[in-house]
């Protein structure tokens, strides 16, 4: 596929590889799914042409990945679901035909990746490029990825933060709810600023999970599919369970790794999100306390103390991290949560944190950052962190300053390392609080879902991010079949970890078999 290895393994050390999934099989796709409306006909009847991918990669790195025989093409929809006369937007889908025999081929298996903000071209890439590499699925489905509205080389993509500003780490919100000092001012500007770069306030509200699954239901019957088969990972259990909900009629089959609790409320999630990475920093200080010269020491239970004087005074003076760049708090602390989605990447986040503790330097720390947030070597950055605002900004609930107070203090208790050292009140607000569109998810979602096909739920025991009884929950909403799997990472199916999670997901997907109730996976 001439794609540069050096390419890959540089994306296999950073974010791109926590971020994947799939779905797939022939007998359901002789089922009709119901007609569109007649003022969305257009769009549904459209001609999805694919062709070259040239002019599609946002980064040095993805032209690097957009080849041949990748294809790209452009689906057209409406921005307003409720005005489809009125402006459109452009989502940009990546395919890589099926590669075995015409009369062996399913369908289309179209993938959503983590964030929200996530390129699923990118992920649909690297998925054929490694965990799928001759795989059975690549012989049978069409590999289909696509970015969602506002996200990279879809348009108008959100774009709230220069290059610049990414590089000095003022990329930052309020969405974690960990750092920053803001002001109703600070979160006004924000929003502007947003609106600006990206096209106007219409487009900062038009970019919600819902409108997502609606372009996705465009983009199954353009691809020629009767019904769907979907793989989404993180993020993308949201995007599918809401699918789910609105087009139970129209889905064949569809994996969900790595579950977003359907039932949580935003606030209820970051909480649970941060236990669980204070869970997995705790089991990181245990593996780094078996060396002599761990940073962090050899006594476990000192770790998060050790942590804090190494990294909260980075909130008043960064440290030099080569090129001319500095590396401050929030930049750190991300750069260590990022390496705590897999316990194969704790060896590099504790040589960041020795490098930063022996060396005053923080170079390794904002490699694993800048990986993270898919920054190129040359500078250029995606447009994940403004997607992943925005987004979350038309999905989830909004909180008054003082409930964004609290909710911060409540976060630093359960999550101690990430801790300021610094008050809340008076300097923490919700950072979409001047977004100018109400959130329109609702919570719960996909609650009671009928009509639905069996699904495929694989949650993992040790999971930072998704905890594992969000898997039990998201099945008791849409039903499916769940799967353990033993481990410390968030996400593994078509990722190359676990022959084991690939061959249950591949059987599922081609003859639609799940596995028993019984069934388990070990990392």
Not at 102 to 112: A, C, H, M
Not at 138 to 157: E, H, I
Not at 230 to 253: D, K
């Amino acid at each position: 596929m001439r794609v540069p290895k050096t390419c890959v393994r540089r994306l296999l050390t950073g974010t791109a590889v926590m971020l994947l999934i799939l779905a797939g099989a022939p007998a359901a796709l002789t089922q009709s799914a119901p007609a569109p409306a007649a003022e969305l006909e257009r769009f549904y009847n459209q001609d999805l042409a694919f062709g070259s991918c040239e002019g599609f990669a946002t980064t040095a790195i993805e032209a690097q990945l957009y080849v041949d025989p990748f294809e790209c093409g452009r689906l057209e929809v409406p921005l307003d679901y409720d005005d489809p006369e009125g402006e459109t937007m452009q989502i940009a889908v990546l395919r890589l035909p099926a590669q075995g025999e015409p009369s062996q081929r399913i369908g289309s298996l179209v993938i959503n990746p983590g964030g929200p903000g996530g390129s699923g071209m990118q992920v649909a890439v690297l998925s054929a490029l490694t965990g799928q590499k001759d795989g059975p699925l690549l012989q049978r489905f069409d590999w289909v990825g696509f970015d969602p509205r506002g996200v990279g080389a879809s348009t108008p993509a959100i774009n709230c933060f220069t290059d610049e500003e990414n590089d000095r780490g003022e990329n930052q919100t309020t969405l974690l709810g960990t750092s920053g000092e803001w002001s109703a001012a600070d979160t006004r500007q924000l929003m502007e600023q947003c609106a600006e770069g990206s096209g106007g306030e219409q487009v900062l509200a038009a970019v919600g999970t819902r409108n997502v699954a609606r372009d996705m239901d465009v983009l199954r019957t353009t691809l020629g599919d009767k019904t769907l088969t979907f793989f989404g990972q993180s993020y993308g259990t949201r995007l599918g369970a809401v699918y789910a909900e609105m087009f139970p009629q129209n889905v064949r089959a569809m994996v969900f790794d790595g579950v977003i609790d359907p039932q949580q409320g935003s606030a209820e999630r970051r909480l649970s999100l941060h236990a669980g990475f204070q869970r997995s920093f705790e089991l990181l200080a245990k593996f780094c306390a078996q060396s002599s010269d761990c940073p962090l020491g050899t006594d476990p239970e000192q770790a998060t103390a050790v942590f804090q004087d190494l990294f909260q005074p980075l909130i008043d003076d960064p440290v030099p991290a080569g090129n001319g760049r500095t590396l401050n708090f929030f930049q750190a602390t991300s750069g260590v949560g990022a390496g705590l989605y897999t316990a194969e990447a704790w060896p590099r986040v504790i040589d960041g944190i020795a490098r930063l503790k022996n060396e005053g330097r923080g170079d390794q720390l904002l490699a694993i950052f800048d990986d993270f947030h898919s920054r190129d070597p040359n500078g250029t950055w995606t447009n994940f962190v403004e997607a992943n605002l925005a987004i979350n900004c038309n999905d989830e609930e909004r909180r008054t300053p003082e409930e964004e107070a609290d909710l911060r203090r409540q976060i630093f208790a359960v999550n101690p390392f990430l801790d300021t050292g610094r008050p809340v009140e008076g300097v923490t607000r919700d950072a979409c609080e001047f977004w100018p569109s109400e959130p329109t998810l609702g919570f719960p979602y996909a609650q009671n879902v009928e009509g639905l096909p069996d699904t495929l739920i694989i949650s993992i025991t040790g999971d930072p991010a998704t905890p594992y009884g969000a898997g039990a929950s998201l099945a008791e909403g849409i039903g499916g079949t769940l799967l353990t799997v033993e481990g410390e990472r968030h996400t593994v199916a078509l990722e190359g970890i676990s022959p084991c999670v690939n061959a249950i997901v591949a059987d599922y997907l081609i003859d639609l078999e799940l596995p028993a109730e019984d069934d388990r996976c070990v990392l």
